[in-house]
């Protein structure tokens, strides 16, 4: 079993940047997409980007233009740009193995991004 780990969440000021990390006990090179995703207080875990083994990659509405989703396979990690954030992007952040929109690993502790206005 996969175990993942998000780090480089913080307090950051609206227009500020941020890159968030995620490290995988376990081998990524096997999986096809991965993902981040977010939770925001009172709402349901989202999708906010996903990127294939290919290095394709999709972006939430949201943050598109914004965000920029990486991976290194040799390293097994996955990483998240975040630049020219908005209070709205406030939420608990995960990665995970991706399909179909959902997670396929149990969920790791995830890391806060809180952006002040």
């Known amino acids: 079993q996969v175990q993942l780990v998000e780090s480089g969440g913080g307090l950051v000021q609206a227009g500020g940047s941020l890159r968030l990390s995620c490290t995988a006990s376990?081998?990524?090179?096997?999986?096809?997409?991965m993902a981040w995703y977010r939770q925001a207080p009172g709402k349901q875990r989202e999708l906010v980007a996903v990127?294939?083994?290919?290095?394709?990659?999709n972006y939430a509405d949201s943050v598109k233009g914004r965000f920029t989703i990486s991976r290194d396979n040799n390293k097994n990690t996955v990483s998240l740009q975040m630049n020219s954030v908005k209070p709205e992007d406030t939420a608990v952040y995960y990665c995970?193995?991706?399909?179909?929109?959902?997670?396929?690993?149990?969920w790791g502790q995830g890391t806060q991004v809180t952006v002040s206005s």
């Open positions: 376990g081998s990524i090179f096997s999986m096809n997409a």
């Open positions: 995970n193995a991706d399909q179909g929109g959902r997670g396929i690993f149990t």
């Open positions: 990127i294939r083994s290919g290095g394709s990659s």
